[in-house]
């Protein structure tokens, strides 16, 4: 995937469709049922998901081989076929194989897919009521960080509110994978309990209790530290900033190199000593600490989000432009259900 988008992304492509077919929905339903996924994983592959900027669609998440098959010939249209789909050391291929078994004894891949598509719509009606409790409740920060009404989020059904909670920590914290449903449900439970002050990390966050809130704040520690190439235009950064460089620097004797990083304790007490009204910014200490912030071999030279820079620089800023723009968005493309695909609620 990050080969594909990455091409896609480079030659100005938006759209990325994958062959995905129905056969495929009901190997994913079977493996993530062996390995005890949730409501969610069992809604199998979405038909459309957005992937940094890239709109990966799946339209033939309904339609069989069999049937994409005989297409193909009627058409004349040949086509190659992987060889790694043969490959047994894939847990998906040995599904594959086993596929006809479950047809015999009465769960073909159309069902299994129906199956999958059931529960697509129980996650779509829950992503729907999620998106509505956190535009209510929560509040993020250009800075990176969240804060939550936790009254009114003890008002609507835990399943909403947990989801809620999922949606905020995969934001801030800006982690591949959401966080374990059990861990998900104890965070829950710590929120509803009180004890203001209190806090708890989990999925890279750091969730420190006030008085009728709840703040959300990147955990201070696994933070990247890299070098700054400024010929470049922009880097992402620890998968929740983008910073922007400004590009009349390129040509200048900039005098070493640059590195971004997190602020961390060291760089505020840097920076507060020479700026102490920076004390008064309306951002909470753990928050502060997990700003990205540019530094050279004299020390800290430019925090962005604070428009901090050291005196005595002769040259412009580095950073023109710092955005918020979290790998997983707080509010994201919802699931999209599979095309042609039946299914039964009861």
């Given at each position: ?24 929905q ?21 038909a ?24 193909l ?155 700054l ?14 910073l ?39 951002i ?46 707080l ?12 299914c039964?609620?009861?």
């Open positions: 995937y990050g080969l594909l988008t990455d091409w896609c992304r480079s030659n100005g492509v938006r759209d990325l469709a994958l062959a995905h077919r129905l056969e495929d009901a190997e994913t339903f079977v493996m993530r049922l062996g390995r005890g996924s949730g409501p969610d994983g069992l809604a199998g592959m979405s459309v998901v957005e992937m940094q900027g890239v709109r990966v669609i799946r339209p033939l998440l309904g339609v069989s081989r069999g049937a994409l098959a005989q297409t010939k009627d058409c004349g249209q040949d086509w190659l076929d992987d060889p790694s789909n043969r490959n047994h050391a894939f847990e998906r291929i040995r599904i594959r194989d086993h596929l006809p078994l479950l047809a015999g004894a009465g769960y073909p891949p159309e069902q299994i897919a129906g199956l999958a598509a059931a529960f697509g719509h129980l996650r779509t009606l829950a992503e729907r009521e999620t998106a509505t409790l956190l535009a209510d409740v929560c509040h993020v920060h250009p800075a990176g960080f969240a804060e939550i009404d936790t009254h009114s989020l003890g008002t609507v059904p835990r399943l909403f509110s947990t989801r809620a909670l999922a949606r905020v920590a995969a934001c801030v914290g800006g982690a591949v994978y959401p966080a374990e449903r059990q861990k998900l449900a104890d965070l829950y439970d710590w929120v509803c309990a009180g004890d203001i002050g209190k806090s708890l990390c989990l999925a890279r966050c750091r969730f420190q209790k006030g008085k009728g809130c709840l703040i959300v704040s990147r955990e201070n520690r696994g933070l990247p530290k890299q070098q190439d400024i010929t470049q235009d922009e880097i992402s950064w620890d998968g929740r900033f983008r922007y460089f400004n590009g009349s620097l390129e040509n200048e004797d900039m005098g070493g190199d640059f590195f971004v990083g997190p602020l961390g304790r060291d760089g505020w007490a840097e920076i507060v000593a020479v700026e102490p009204a920076l004390r008064d910014i309306g909470g200490y753990p928050a502060r600490l997990v700003l990205p912030a540019i530094r050279d071999a004299l020390g800290v030279r430019e925090v962005p989000h604070l428009s901090y820079q050291r005196s005595g620089t002769q040259t412009r800023q580095i950073v023109s432009k710092v955005d918020f723009s979290p790998r997983n968005k509010f994201a493309r919802g699931f999209c259900l599979a095309p042609k695909v039946s039964t609620i009861s």
